[in-house]
């Protein structure tokens, strides 16, 4: 730095010298350097912008890829809802209808039944007084022959009313009573029409709201078909809130799979012993883990078999035959695993009680008190029985996971894409701002470059003004 | 294919390894000598401390000092902890039963060769060798070999903890402090020159540093 002021005895001097050098290069040059900067400036902001638009292509192609993706998932699940409908109307109809000849004839017989009781029940007019009769007969008695009997006649006939009053209101109650009877008769015949009708008419009740639901399914489906942006955001919802729901029950089933783990791998080590390593865990570790691996597995291909899930189509496209063979096969081997977890827990109570009778031992209890204060106790059965219990149900609880895995699956397809999708409309959109920065970087490079030459480009303003606007000749020369 | 076979092999059995390199040997000699005997109830506790910290593949093992004690027949018991849990208790048990009715029937010897039980220690742990090897000391640290004894032969500690435990002051100590002073120290430097790391604990109340 020294050596440049010393160019002349006084440093000011030197120093001006050099300013005056710079700022002439720098004017010669300026044409020049104004051309290089501008090229560097469009060169970067013409790279960023070809990477955004590079980017911004990917996103929508990726973008595109998760609609239809989205859209396949969407289908498929519509698909089985509407089919697993139709199986339900198909049972209802079966089960319900495959029973209306059998309905239809119980319900005729009824009616019949009521018929013939309700014919039986007619009341039937009463017959005529006998005593109508014995009037005209005492019209009819001509007055020479006298009339000396009558009062004779008409107590008859009073005595006659009433013995045929008397007899017609015994048979009008008896009738009565009969037709009351016949009535009586009907009503369980009634109750039981109605109530078979209410059957039915609660099976076409059912009908019909299935057919809504159906309705409602297909035109989602039709939707979903036909690539509708209304059904699209509304899987995207569904995927996500299927994803934070799956993701939750899995958390739930890993914190069970610990606890089992944590139940098997102490005793363990009284199979593989306990300080075998593999891959620097310990083997007795790695044992257990490998079964709770195997019996989850076990569990996957349960479901799969029972056709629950769909996470492999080799199984679920095998034969009926072979596939209830599989399940029954599955079944068993969960079923010995998880004897096998209840044996592991009861050895790990014992291997527990073990353990603190020789700790109790090695604290100055003598033998007999540290067997007592460990196996003594009256409640040691609720622990190990406990134990036994979880190390028996977790292998079967574990089981279901494949149930919130397979959403977990198919919704993390969407989600990532929905991620990586976010990810690079934030790329693009930074790679197109930092090309426009670069593009407006070149402007102010070239301002800040003119910056230190505002002497010599104001005597160039200066001398074309003189010109009359014409630039000096110099220019034309660099 | 036969080699990434061998590969394959040679990975699996490199991977199943057991985890003998982090087990620890620990060998302890109890001054039987004179009225020193009479300490053996708290080497009796040591020796259960001692044996509730050790784990699976450990070696641990008591011996005796008496007259002389480079022998393998002042091994009062002696065990490599086996790596199931079960067995390894049972052993623990059989071995503080052995130690106690040893505490109940010792007889107190007229000399101690501490330097005999330790080139015994020093033999006894180098053929099992653990990753770390522990010599403890229970003893007062007075030698007294009998005539004809030969122990002034360089040892080996290189590697060795030696813990000195539970160092108690004799009554001409009491009298004349520097004999103490001088006697700890003279047995750490050999101890120290012998490339081992010497320790002393007389409170048998803190053992929790002792491994």
Same mark, same amino acid.
């Given at each position: 730095? @020294?050596?440049?002021? @010393?160019?002349?005895?006084?440093?000011?001097?030197?120093?001006?010298?050099?300013?005056?050098?710079?700022?002439?290069?720098?004017?010669?040059?300026?044409?020049?350097?104004?051309?290089?900067?501008?090229?560097?400036?469009?060169?970067?902001?013409?790279?960023?912008?070809?990477?955004?638009?590079?980017?911004?292509?990917?996103?929508?192609?990726?973008?595109?890829? @998760?609609?239809?993706?989205?859209?396949?998932?969407?289908?498929?699940?519509?698909?089985?809802?509407?089919?697993?409908?139709?199986?339900?109307?198909?049972?209802?109809?079966?089960?319900?209808?495959?029973?209306?000849?059998?309905?239809?004839?119980?319900?005729?017989?009824?009616?019949?039944?009521?018929?013939?009781?309700?014919?039986?029940?007619?009341?039937?007019?009463?017959?005529?007084?006998?005593?109508?009769?014995?009037?005209?007969?005492?019209?009819?008695?001509?007055?020479?022959?006298?009339?000396?009997?009558?009062?004779?006649?008409?107590?008859?006939?009073?005595?006659?009313?009433?013995?045929?009053?008397?007899?017609?209101?015994?048979?009008?109650?008896?009738?009565?009573?009969?037709?009351?009877?016949?009535?009586?008769?009907?009503?369980?015949?009634?109750?039981?029409?109605?109530?078979?009708?209410?059957?039915?008419?609660?099976?076409?009740?059912?009908?019909?709201?299935?057919?809504?639901?159906?309705?409602?399914?297909?035109?989602?489906?039709?939707?979903?078909?036909?690539?509708?942006?209304?059904?699209?955001?509304?899987?995207?919802?569904?995927?996500?809130?299927?994803?934070?729901?799956?993701?939750?029950?899995?958390?739930?089933?890993?914190?069970?799979?610990?606890?089992?783990?944590?139940?098997?791998?102490?005793?363990?080590?009284?199979?593989?012993?306990?300080?075998?390593?593999?891959?620097?865990?310990?083997?007795?570790?790695?044992?257990?883990?490998?079964?709770?691996?195997?019996?989850?597995?076990?569990?996957?291909?349960?479901?799969?078999?029972?056709?629950?899930?769909?996470?492999?189509?080799?199984?679920?496209?095998?034969?009926?035959?072979?596939?209830?063979?599989?399940?029954?096969?599955?079944?068993?081997?969960?079923?010995?695993?998880?004897?096998?977890?209840?044996?592991?827990?009861?050895?790990?109570?014992?291997?527990?009680?073990?353990?603190?009778?020789?700790?109790?031992?090695?604290?100055?209890?003598?033998?007999?008190?540290?067997?007592?204060?460990?196996?003594?106790?009256?409640?040691?059965?609720?622990?190990?029985?406990?134990?036994?219990?979880?190390?028996?149900?977790?292998?079967?609880?574990?089981?279901?996971?494949?149930?919130?895995?397979?959403?977990?699956?198919?919704?993390?397809?969407?989600?990532?894409?929905?991620?990586?999708?976010?990810?690079?409309?934030?790329?693009?959109?930074?790679?197109?701002?930092?090309?426009?920065?670069?593009?407006?970087?070149?402007?102010?490079?070239?301002?800040?470059?003119?910056?230190?030459?505002?002497?010599?480009?104001?005597?160039?303003?200066?001398?074309?003004?003189? @010109?009359?606007?014409?630039?000096?000749?110099?220019?034309?020369?660099? | 294919?036969?080699?990434?076979?061998?590969?394959?092999?040679?990975?699996?059995?490199?991977?199943?390894?057991?985890?003998? +390199?982090?087990?620890?040997?620990?060998?302890?000699?109890?001054?039987?000598?004179?009225?020193?005997?009479?300490?053996?109830?708290?080497?009796?506790?040591?020796?259960?401390?001692?044996?509730?910290?050790?784990?699976?593949?450990?070696?641990?093992?008591?011996?005796?000092?008496?007259?002389?004690?480079?022998?393998?027949?002042?091994?009062? +018991?002696?065990?490599?902890?086996?790596?199931?849990?079960?067995?390894?208790?049972?052993?623990?048990?059989?071995?503080?039963?052995?130690?106690?009715?040893?505490?109940?029937?010792?007889?107190?010897?007229?000399?101690?060769?501490?330097?005999?039980?330790?080139?015994?220690?020093?033999?006894?742990?180098?053929?099992?060798?653990?990753?770390?090897?522990?010599?403890?000391?229970?003893?007062?640290?007075?030698?007294?070999?009998?005539?004809?004894?030969?122990?002034?032969?360089?040892?080996?500690?290189?590697?060795?903890?030696?813990? +000195?435990?539970?160092?108690?002051?004799?009554?001409?100590?009491?009298?004349?402090?520097?004999?103490?002073?001088?006697?700890?120290?003279?047995?750490?430097?050999?101890?120290?020159? +012998?490339?081992?790391?010497?320790?002393?604990?007389?409170?048998?109340?803190?053992?929790?540093?002792?491994?």
């Amino acid at each position: 730095m @020294n050596f440049l002021l @010393n160019i002349t005895p006084w440093p000011a001097v030197s120093a001006l010298l050099w300013i005056v050098f710079a700022v002439t290069a720098m004017y010669l040059a300026r044409v020049t350097a104004h051309q290089a900067i501008r090229a560097g400036a469009r060169t970067l902001s013409r790279t960023f912008r070809i990477a955004a638009k590079m980017v911004s292509k990917g996103r929508h192609d990726l973008d595109q890829r @998760n609609r239809e993706v989205l859209l396949a998932a969407g289908r498929e699940a519509k698909e089985r809802i509407i089919e697993r409908e139709f199986d339900r109307v198909n049972e209802t109809v079966r089960t319900d209808l495959a029973n209306y000849p059998k309905l239809h004839r119980a319900l005729s017989e009824s009616i019949t039944r009521i018929e013939e009781d309700h014919q039986q029940a007619v009341d039937v007019p009463p017959d005529p007084p006998g005593w109508v009769k014995a009037v005209e007969a005492v019209a009819k008695i001509d007055s020479s022959e006298g009339r000396v009997g009558i009062g004779n006649v008409l107590s008859d006939i009073h005595k006659s009313l009433v013995k045929a009053h008397a007899q017609s209101m015994v048979s009008y109650r008896h009738e009565s009573g009969k037709r009351h009877a016949l009535l009586r008769r009907m009503r369980p015949d009634w109750r039981k029409i109605q109530v078979t009708l209410g059957h039915v008419g609660k099976n076409v009740d059912s009908l019909l709201d299935r057919s809504v639901t159906i309705d409602r399914h297909m035109q989602e489906y039709e939707d979903i078909v036909s690539g509708k942006d209304h059904a699209v955001s509304i899987l995207s919802s569904s995927s996500l809130v299927q994803f934070f729901v799956s993701a939750f029950v899995l958390l739930v089933a890993i914190g069970g799979a610990t606890i089992n783990f944590s139940l098997i791998a102490r005793p363990m080590a009284e199979m593989v012993g306990g300080t075998g390593l593999i891959g620097g865990f310990r083997t007795a570790d790695i044992a257990a883990l490998v079964i709770i691996m195997v019996e989850i597995s076990m569990g996957l291909f349960l479901m799969e078999s029972l056709r629950i899930t769909r996470l492999f189509p080799v199984i679920g496209a095998l034969p009926d035959k072979m596939r209830i063979r599989m399940v029954w096969i599955t079944f068993t081997i969960l079923f010995l695993l998880a004897c096998v977890e209840a044996g592991l827990a009861f050895m790990r109570e014992v291997l527990l009680q073990d353990e603190l009778a020789t700790s109790a031992l090695l604290r100055g209890a003598d033998a007999a008190a540290a067997e007592a204060a460990t196996l003594s106790g009256e409640y040691y059965w609720i622990t190990t029985a406990a134990q036994m219990g979880m190390g028996f149900i977790l292998p079967f609880a574990l089981v279901f996971v494949a149930i919130p895995l397979e959403t977990f699956v198919h919704s993390l397809r969407t989600v990532l894409g929905m991620l990586v999708n976010g990810l690079l409309r934030v790329l693009s959109t930074t790679l197109r701002l930092a090309g426009n920065t670069f593009r407006y970087f070149g402007s102010l490079f070239i301002k800040i470059y003119d910056l230190p030459l505002f002497v010599p480009l104001w005597l160039q303003e200066r001398a074309e003004r003189r @010109n009359g606007g014409k630039k000096p000749s110099y220019q034309g020369v660099l | 294919m036969k080699i990434l076979t061998i590969v394959l092999s040679c990975a699996i059995l490199v991977a199943c390894t057991r985890s003998t +390199a982090d087990n620890h040997g620990v060998y302890m000699l109890l001054d039987t000598s004179g009225t020193y005997s009479e300490e053996l109830k708290k080497a009796e506790q040591i020796i259960r401390y001692t044996l509730s910290r050790l784990d699976a593949t450990d070696t641990f093992a008591v011996a005796r000092i008496d007259t002389g004690s480079f022998s393998e027949k002042d091994i009062v +018991a002696k065990v490599t902890l086996d790596d199931r849990p079960s067995a390894m208790n049972k052993q623990k048990r059989l071995f503080a039963q052995r130690v106690q009715k040893f505490v109940a029937s010792v007889r107190s010897s007229r000399y101690t060769d501490i330097t005999g039980g330790i080139l015994q220690g020093i033999e006894f742990l180098n053929e099992k060798s653990p990753a770390r090897k522990t010599i403890l000391i229970f003893s007062d640290l007075k030698e007294d070999l009998q005539e004809g004894y030969v122990r002034d032969i360089a040892l080996e500690l290189d590697g060795f903890n030696v813990i +000195a435990l539970n160092v108690t002051k004799l009554r001409s100590d009491n009298i004349n402090p520097r004999e103490y002073l001088e006697r700890v120290s003279d047995w750490q430097s050999l101890v120290e020159k +012998a490339g081992g790391k010497w320790r002393v604990i007389n409170d048998l109340d803190g053992l929790e540093g002792l491994f």
